[in-house]
């Protein structure tokens, strides 16, 4: 534990930090697995806005820099290409 004021202020904070970080590592991490579920679950109709949904998340993610530039866009890419592979293979 902290002695002194100062160190016990930044202890709270960082607390308070990790907590409003939190929720959104779990936002990106749900909607990336909604994403998942969705096409094991043939939901192809879904798609196109929970990819929309997820884009949103990592931009947030990236613009509170919880995630990197660089990872942000290689998530992005990761999900387009999945969910286009799959919207595919439903017309195909």
Not at 25 to 45: P, Q, S
Not at 54 to 69: Q, R
């Amino acid at each position: 534990m902290p002695l002194l004021k100062h160190a016990i202020k930044k202890m709270k904070q960082d607390v308070q930090k990790t907590r409003r970080n939190n929720v959104y590592r779990n936002r990106l991490t749900t909607r990336m697995k909604d994403i998942e579920k969705a096409i094991h679950d043939k939901k192809h109709d879904e798609l196109p806005a929970l990819l929309k949904n997820a884009y949103s998340i990592i931009d947030t993610a990236c613009k509170k820099n919880l995630i990197k530039k660089n990872n942000a866009s290689r998530k992005k890419s990761r999900m387009a290409r999945i969910v286009n592979e799959a919207l595919m293979g439903m017309k195909g």
